[in-house]
Nanobody, 119 residues
């Protein structure tokens, strides 16, 4: 399974972007899908996760500004980012955890999509 992330770009502070992450094929079972980010010189951090039942969790600094969602029929994960701040500048990565079939666990990462927020 390959994950294709898109939607990054350059935006002014206060602006919005929507990231997308599409799986190359249908997944037998998805336990969780998530967005991570990694700023220059910093460790990768979990931004938002959506679990099989639809429960979500967010990094404290993005609560109320970012929304994670998914469209199972399109094998696609989204991250709507509003009120962007310069400190949101980072490469954003999507991740999928689940099973490709009843016997094989799946742990896949997408390539990064760069988000740059100017002040």
């Amino acid at each position: 399974v390959q994950l294709q992330a898109s939607g990054g770009g350059l935006v002014q502070a206060g602006g919005s972007l929507r990231l997308s992450c599409t799986a190359s094929e249908a997944i037998f079972m998805i336990d969780a899908m998530a967005w991570y980010r990694q700023a220059s010189g910093r460790q990768r951090e979990l931004v938002a996760v959506i679990r099989r039942g639809g429960n979500t969790n967010y990094l404290d600094s993005v609560k109320g500004r970012f929304t994670i969602s998914r469209d199972i029929s399109k094998n696609t994960l989204y991250l709507q980012m509003n009120s962007l701040k310069p400190e949101d500048t980072a490469a954003y990565y999507c991740k999928l955890e689940g099973y490709s079939d009843p016997w094989n666990a799946l742990d896949a990462w997408g390539q990064g999509t760069l988000v740059t927020v100017s002040s």
